[in-house]
């Protein structure tokens, strides 16, 4: 992303700074827990949705940025180019 100039790189990182430190917590709550299986399933829950919201609308805000590059030549564009055609 830095090579593309992707312009929202920082906030980019700071989400998933949020996301690290929110699966931190849970963990910790796990460490902790007398209700295992509840902070098992909120995690799951929050892992998931958090993944699958962050690919399909946080990773796609930056493709644009990536096609850019990719056709410039080199390693990487080719190996970036089976992902983002």
């Not at 830095?2 to 963990?27: G, Q």
């Not at 399909?56 to 089976?82: A, N, T």
């Amino acid at each position: 992303m830095e090579k593309a100039d992707y312009p929202m790189l920082d906030a980019h990182r700071e989400v998933h700074e949020t996301f690290k430190e929110r699966a931190n917590e849970l963990l910790q709550k796990l460490h902790d827990c007398t209700n295992c299986v509840k902070i098992v399933a909120r995690a799951r829950i929050y892992i998931g949705l958090w993944l699958i919201s962050h690919v399909k609308q946080d990773d796609m805000d930056y493709v644009p940025y990536i096609r850019k590059i990719v056709g410039k030549g080199g390693y990487m564009s080719s190996l970036l180019s089976r992902y983002f055609r």
